[in-house]
């Protein structure tokens, strides 16, 4: 099988692209980048800017705040979208927990392929409002 | 033959490869004392660039004449092609071979460029020995090679990504890969159907546009141009010429689409495409089919020793100081190096797949091999304060490290317990900000974001703490004004623990 094939099966999985058809997960391998990190890697660097959007293919993370372990991230998630939407710094360090390979996508071009991929956004519109749920349930 | 080099025998460390990174790293570590060996399956030196680009002129540029004196460390800024050499003998070389009619040299200047610096500086290299397996044993790697055992606890490998790679749509007799194509002439009057939106594939497109009838790009994502990234990511302006073709409706096709399947069709094939966009199919009746969807890397059975890879170059995932990041005493060389990734700001990679990005990367990797494998603790410059910020501002400037490696490599200079300033020179970035270190320090790069001039970021540690520093840029980026003096002088009076450094100057 190849690498490229390998990776549409994979994102054919997850929530993120379930609307989404193989030569448009095609064109999505192509458009993002693929990096692989080890144990204990930065993946996003908590106040530093100039980060990008990630999606965890395999592997796990750890959202690390100030130093201290918040929660984790697993195959399928995604993280760095807020930095990307609001053109701020990260508030966490996303730290690689073993072998954690990503799809990346630059900041400066997720909202073109938002916008190109509405689907891809009302999905990922579903995961923020999960997101502040969470937290509402969480300050309540 | 009986005077080659290096035979097999136990050595403290083994270069593989005879391209520019193997070069380059060669040269680096003579001139730090550190003995090694050099084994190359190729019979002269220059890697892949004694066969290709395949149109055989290179993509990156030498500037006979700049701003700088041809042959000063600024001058290589200018100098895309050139390896370091400590000496004038051995410094800019690529000028002074070049023929004057482009600034892009030919492939056999390269070669020629390439060759002169192995003679001139005299590289020992054993050429024609080939290495064919890896495996570990105590402490050592043992490879075999074509003429015997080689032992060592530390292998760079600098063999390069010039292996070219198709997918398995692409399977098919007679569909040509970036290396196997016929004479340019050959082609005319045929349809030529290329698969890939990437340098190799507007190259191709770009030699053969006197002579095919018809010429249509495809891949699924659009084709980024670098005039638009403002990186080297992106087509080339050089290869460009497909896509005005295109633009201007002249006859090429460029089709953002996936390749369904490739079939025999007379004594051509048919391609079916469809659309990633609107689900559209079309079929195109071509002559030839040409896979330019990337390069792997040939490492052979190292993925069997534990080496872990990415992507679909297959590229080994490393650490900043290019060491496998899963099997320790493996390092890399050459455009492998783009494996460590750095920081990858805004999205941006490192210039290390190519020769003015990896041979400041070599220079960098020998002093580390130097100092972490053999012991070799090279005296540090010590620094007076007000000498702090003209030197960081200066790199800025002109430093070639800095230019060539934007928010990879760095100036970075150490303040101790004591307050004493040292000059650590140039490191990974990825090395400063996440290897953390006990002291203080600043660095500084040059960092750009893909839409603006590119300004300097300085990061500062103090008491642990990691802060970056963004400057602005300028319209002749030139950064050693008043105002950046003064601006650079707020942000390290902290860590500097004293008065601001440049207040005498301004």
Redesign the interface.
Known sequence: MDVRDDVVDILAGFALFADLSTPQLESLVETFGEETYVEGDRVLRQGLTGSSFYVILDGSASIRVDGVDRASLRAGDYFGEISCLLGVPPTADIVARGTLRCLVLPAQELESFLVGHPQVMYRLLQGEARKVRTTTRWLS | MTDRPFPPARYSLLVVGSGPGALQLTYSLRRLGVEHAVISQDSEPGGMFRRWPIFQRMLSWTKPYANHERGSTAYERYDWNSLLGDDDASRAIMPRIMDGTSYFPSRPEMQRGLEAFATGTGLQIRYECRWESTRKDGDDFVLTTSDGEYRAPCVVFAVGIAEPWK??VLDIEGVQQYGQLRPAEQYADKRVFIVGKQNSGFEIASGLLPWARQIVLA???SAKLSVDTRTLVGVRARYVQPYEDWALAGGVVIL???IERVEPSGAGYAVHT???AD?RQLVFEVDDVIAATGFVSPLQDLPQVGV?T???S?IP?QTPFWES??VRGIYFAGTIMQGS?G???????SNSGAVQGYRYNARVLARHLAEERFGHKPEQRRLRSEEVVPLLLSEASRGPELWHQR?YLARVIGVDSDGGITDEGIQPLAHF??GGGEHDGVAITL?A???DDPYPAVYVRAGGR???H?MGSHPLLDFEGPEYQSELSGVLSGVLGRAPATRSAQ
């Open positions: 997918p398995s891949s699924p994502s953002d689409a996936s469809k659309s990633p689900g872990a990415f992507g679909q297959r995932t990041a899963t990734q920081m990858r700001k805004h999205g941006i990679p928010s900000v996440d960092e974001n893909g839409k990691l802060v970056e963004l």
